[in-house]
């Protein structure tokens, strides 16, 4: 593997879950791959679980690893070529890029969208000359468009936890105070998507009208704008906020409860409720739900290692 950015980047969903599985039972078991090689990870933005369950997977594997908070520590990136460079950015990212590649063996890279510009976003500008120019393998932290290793943990989970062969999973639109990107929930649509072309899922989007995500990430999914019809009988919730992709970045009020409670809980199959976290409690999920036993959110968190490894794992092996 040399590069994790979308599903597209996985020939074999079932047998990558299966390796993540075998890793977490042996953690240890290879660590000898990543003797002597180095894993940098540049973040734009902030991060908790991606930073930690990443740094911790390499450590599984004998690497070293190298963090930069480019937001904060680095110079300011110009990311378009033709300019005269005489404003307020200090470094273009041919360069950056580049000299970073030249002290890692892989580089994982987190970017968000601005929001603004739809087109740019969606191009994925940023993370596409940064793979071109770095010259190693690149993981995604997380880019404008997609957030892969959360997507890949959703199905580790999802597989580890479900009781029937093929469960529903209904991704639930929740309320947020914030315009948020539509990474996560691109990014697990699509996942769950191929999922489902595989036999492995039956996939659901419930959001309000307004909300639609780009076409692009849900060939095949059931899509309604009716929380409760979505919700009936679900074994699965994955409850996320996301903004409008149509009305680019703006967030609409919306007059119906859609936060995840256990009011709600009672339409489903018993389902396991998950979050990708952070997550606004009482305003996005309850904390009924987030105290309660059908939530996944910590264990779901704790499977970002077992994702971030097995990639890793793939990409050493073909360094
Ligand atoms: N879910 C997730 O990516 O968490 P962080 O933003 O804390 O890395």
Redesign the pocket.
């Known amino acids: 593997m040399k590069k994790f950015f979308s599903v597209a980047d996985v020939a074999d969903l079932h047998g990558v879950v299966q390796e993540a599985l075998s890793l977490k039972s042996s953690p240890h078991a290879f660590e000898h791959l990543g003797k002597n090689k180095t894993l940098g990870l540049v973040f734009l933005?902030?991060?908790?679980?991606?930073?930690?369950?990443t740094q911790k997977a390499a450590m599984n594997l004998g690497m070293n690893v190298m963090v930069m908070n480019m937001d904060k520590d680095g110079w300011a990136l110009e990311t378009q070529d033709g300019v005269v460079m005489d404003g307020t950015t200090v470094e273009h990212i041919r360069e950056a890029a580049a000299v970073m590649g030249e002290y890692c063996d892989i580089l994982g890279l987190?970017s968000f969208p601005g929001l603004k510009d739809r087109e740019a976003d969606y191009t994925e500008d940023l993370f596409n000359k940064f793979i071109s120019y770095c010259g190693v393998p690149v993981v995604s932290?997380?880019s404008a468009t997609r957030?892969p290793?959360?997507s890949l943990t959703d199905l580790i989970t999802i597989t580890e936890h479900k009781a029937v062969e093929k469960p529903k999973v209904v991704l639930a639109w929740a309320p947020h105070v914030k315009a948020l990107p539509q990474a996560?929930p691109n990014s697990f649509s699509e996942w769950m998507c191929k999922a489902q072309e595989q036999g492995l899922v039956e996939f659901t989007i419930a959001h309000p009208m307004g909300y639609e995500l780009c076409e692009d990430f849900t060939k095949g999914a059931k899509i309604t704008n009716d929380l409760e019809e979505g919700l009936s009988g679900a074994d699965f919730v994955y409850v996320k906020n996301w903004s409008s992709y149509v009305d680019y970045g703006q967030v609409y009020p919306v007059a119906q409860s859609w936060m995840m409670d256990n009011r709600k809980l009672q339409m489903t199959n018993n389902a396991k409720v998950m979050h990708?976290?952070?997550v606004r409690r009482d305003l996005e999920l309850s904390s009924e739900i987030l105290d309660g036993p059908n939530s996944l959110v910590i264990k779901e968190?704790g499977n970002?290692v077992w994702a971030a490894q097995v990639v890793l794992k793939r990409m050493l092996e073909n360094l």
């Open positions: 933005n902030p991060s908790l679980r991606t930073r930690l369950s987190r932290l997380e957030h290793l959360q996560v990708c976290l952070p968190a970002r």
